[in-house]
């Protein structure tokens, strides 16, 4: 009987994606282990609740300008050298960032700072090479894999929250950071080598624009699309431990726990986007109208229903559902960029619209809580959701295309 085979495209594929993955779980663990330690520094005293809404939304900005900068300095330096250095940058700033945060909020402020600018090195520069470096089917393979890994890094933020303490948990994610920047920067040097990773292979045609040919591409859709699903998939993620714990009643240790659980639970829903993506035609409109209609449902069932259980599981599928356009934004519209030569630019261009949405809404959120209550705040969400529908109707290319 032969073996199984693979053909050397897919081998590459698989080599530069499992990279990839592994790299921005390490990433996505560091970048939630504050929503998930949150309510144990507030219980400690360490930070007040609008001080960590404060500091998450001064790592997002930092995040969102970083990746508007890295992302286009991507689109000109080794992904090597962008993603090994910002791994191990963002690793010293988690250092310093636990050891001094409890002594002065200034000095957590400015550590967890640039752990997002540092940490942003690295989305652009990995969408770029596998965009460039494997073929388009290999290409969304690759992207849900990181993917998957952006939305598994918060439930392993959630487990360690619950079994360390706040500064255990910040100092597993800074060596996990420090020790997968090593691991990287060998394993790309040795793709290099046996060309595996090539670099330069697509570039921007002469006969237009930058922002010619990105409009081409339907840039301001999918950046509307990326503020949207940017402030679910992060803002109201980030709040979820506290949402447990003050609106559904829960312990801050049983928030954790809940946290984790949902959350991992959350990490599969990459994978469910690309099946109901192929069972829809392959119709990314299609799949962004089903992703902003069964989220705006399930936000509208979770203003209703407030019995614990039920609730949990109601915001869960309204996460996930919203989270089916991020997963196509991300896996699909991106690496289809690749023709332009300006993956790097412009995906980071559209994580910096993610990320600076995320970081306002964050610090809103928080305030809300206080004046609004919880119960208004979901109708928020709501309202998202409803102008997603908006935005991802196919009308609106029709209207640009014949006016």
Request: aromatic share 14%; glycine share 8%.
């Amino acid at each position: 009987m032969s073996g199984f085979k693979i053909s050397p495209a897919a081998k590459k594929a698989v080599c530069i994606g499992v990279m990839c993955s592994c790299a921005y779980l390490a990433v996505y663990i560091a970048r939630n282990i504050l929503g998930s330690v949150s309510p144990q520094m507030i219980e400690d005293g360490v930070f007040l609740t609008e001080q960590v809404g404060t500091l998450s939304s001064i790592y997002f900005m930092s995040y969102a300008v970083g990746q508007l900068i890295n992302g286009a300095i991507g689109d000109k330096i080794k992904a090597k050298y962008m993603i090994s250095f910002g791994l191990f940058l963002a690793g010293v700033c988690n250092v310093v960032f636990s050891l001094g945060a409890g002594k002065s909020v200034i000095v957590g402020y400015a550590a967890y700072a640039l752990t997002g600018f540092f940490l942003s090195m690295i989305y652009g520069p990995m969408t770029k090479v596998v965009a460039e470096n494997t073929e388009p089917i290999y290409a969304t393979r690759c992207s849900l894999g990181y993917t998957f890994s952006s939305f598994f890094g918060t439930p392993m933020a959630g487990i360690l929250a619950v079994f360390l303490s706040w500064q255990g948990v910040f100092a597993v994610s800074s060596g996990a950071l420090i020790v997968m920047s090593a691991v990287c920067f060998v394993v790309f040097t040795f793709f290099e080598r046996r060309g595996v990773i090539e670099y330069g292979k697509y570039k921007k045609p002469e006969n237009k624009g930058s922002v010619r040919l990105l409009f081409e591409h339907k840039i301001v859709k999918y950046t509307l699309i990326s503020i949207i699903t940017g402030i679910v998939r992060t803002s109201v993620v980030f709040w979820l431990p506290t949402y447990f714990s003050q609106y559904l009643g829960f312990t801050s240790e049983t928030a954790a726990m809940i946290f984790s659980v949902v959350t991992f639970i959350i990490s599969f829903n990459s994978f469910i986007a690309v099946f109901l993506y192929e069972r829809l035609g392959s119709s990314m409109d299609k799949m962004n109208l089903l992703s902003f209609s069964v989220s705006a449902l399930s936000f509208t069932a979770l203003y209703v229903f407030r019995q614990p259980a039920v609730n949990i599981v109601i915001i869960v599928i309204a996460i996930m559902s919203s989270n089916w356009a991020a997963s196509m934004l991300w896996s699909r519209y991106c690496p289809s960029l690749r023709d332009t030569g300006m993956v790097s630019g412009a995906t980071g261009f559209l994580d910096f619209m993610s990320y600076m949405a995320a970081a306002v809404s964050s610090s809103l959120f928080a305030n809300a809580v206080g004046t609004i209550g919880w119960t208004k705040l979901i109708l928020v969400w709501l309202g998202l959701e409803v102008f997603g529908i908006i935005v991802a109707l196919p009308v609106w290319d029709k209207v640009k295309k014949h006016g």
